[in-house]
Structures are given as C-alpha cells and as structure tokens.
C-alpha cells in the first residue's frame, strides 16, 4: 500500500482517501479477539480496494493455519469459513475487481503455503465464487447496486458451515440494518451505520418475525430474501453459480 491517494480527481469525485497501514492495524487492534475468530463477520461499507479486510483475512487465516495445517480438509474448510466471513460495498468498479482479486491472492498464498502441490482448483473456485457474492459493486447509502441500468438492492450472502455442508441465506444490506438506519440517504446524508451482519437481535429487517424476549423486550428475527440447500463447500460453484 504506497499511496493514500490514487487521484485528485476520485478525491474530488467520490472523496476517496485510502486508510494507511498504520491506522488499520491500530484500528483492528481495537478488536483483536474479533478479528482472530475465524467466523466473526466483518463488513466494510466503502471498502475501496480492501485494506482493512485484507488485514481482517490476514489475521484470520493465520489462527486457520495454527490450528488445522495439519489436516487439509480441516484447513480447506475454515480458510474457506474465513473468507465468507468478510463482506464490502463499493461505488467503485476497479476498487470492487482489486478488492476481491487481493483477498483471493492472500487466499491463495496461505492455501498453497500449507496445502503445496495438493492444493485444489475447486477450493480456490469456491473463493472466489464467494468472494464474487461478498463484495459488491454498491452505494452503501441507497442500499443499491450500481454500474447497470436497473439499479437492484444490495443483497448479501449468509454462510454457515455445519460440518463439510456450507448453507447459504441471501439477505438485502437494507434488512440489516435497524429503522433508524435503513432508509436511503438524502444528498445531504453523509453517513450510515454499519451493522453487526446477520444479528438476529440488534437489526430490525424489512421482512421480520416479531417476538417477545423472558424480559419483555422485543425480539426480531431476521427473514432471508431466499435459502438454498446446503452443499459441500467445494461445491458452491456448481450449486450456485450463474
């Protein structure tokens, strides 16, 4: 990361200024335990070319490769579980393309420094399948996609994996985030929250079920946009790719 700054121009268009290294790591040192558990989700609404989720993959694919090296399928399958952890938005193409083909390359480097010579075609396909979900070409304050002529709504993909089946729930950005948050910004609007993804408990959603907690407070529970069978996690390109 040698510039802060790719242009004045994106400066002056989109305000794009880069985090430098040192910030990122004093930032991500704030929640380090979050950052070294390996299915904490992360996102970042204006990603750009990724330098905190790079980081973010970093620190998780090094407690993947402390505890399962030893067995490939165990470290396939949480490099993998790591890499569908970690989501981001940008209004920006090139920073979209560079985001993704640099989590892959981090990917990779970990995988093929364990795995050598066994490394599999269909484990890096998966990734960057995943990834291809997971970073968006968006406006995280309209909540919708940009770079075509029918803008649609940001829509990311939920992972979990229950032994070798990864499972795989789509939900729209704005469903993830509260009332407060979830209406599309006015001009003048120059922020917007970002959520704890997929938190049944914190995020009021669109399509919701309404329930009462012991304590008598409510509990809303988020309703997926669409749920797919499980697959093997090496399968998700076959299953669901378009």
């Not at 919708?144 to 994996?161: H, I, Q, R, Y």
Request: proline residues 4%.
């Amino acid at each position: 990361m040698t510039s802060q700054v790719r242009s004045r121009q994106r400066v002056a268009d989109h305000g794009e200024v880069l985090t430098g290294e040192r910030e990122v790591n004093a930032m991500l040192d704030l929640v380090k335990q979050e950052t070294e558990r390996i299915e904490s989700r992360f996102l970042e609404p204006a990603c750009g070319t990724g330098n905190f989720l790079a980081d973010i993959l970093r620190r998780k694919l090094r407690v993947v490769g402390k505890r399962y090296k030893k067995s490939q399928l165990e470290y396939e399958r949480y490099a993998v579980l790591a890499v569908s952890s970690i989501y981001g938005i940008d209004i920006l193409e090139d920073n979209v393309q560079e985001c993704r083909s640099r989590l892959f390359a981090i990917f990779d480097e970990a995988y093929t420094c364990v795995c050598k010579k066994d490394a599999k075609d269909s484990c890096r396909d998966a990734v960057r399948y995943i990834l291809s979900c997971n970073i968006i070409h968006g406006d995280a304050l309209t909540l919708k996609t940009v770079g075509d002529n029918n803008p649609s709504a940001v829509t990311f993909a939920e992972w979990s994996l229950v032994g070798s089946q990864l499972n795989r729930r789509d939900f729209t950005f704005r469903a993830l985030l509260s009332d407060e948050t979830a209406t599309p910004a006015r001009s003048d609007q120059n922020d917007v929250a970002q959520p704890a993804l997929f938190d049944a408990n914190e995020h009021r959603k669109p399509r919701r079920t309404r329930l009462v907690s012991d304590l008598g407070e409510k509990v809303f529970l988020p309703q997926p946009e669409r749920d797919y069978p499980p697959v093997h996690f090496l399968e998700v390109v076959r299953a669901y790719g378009e």
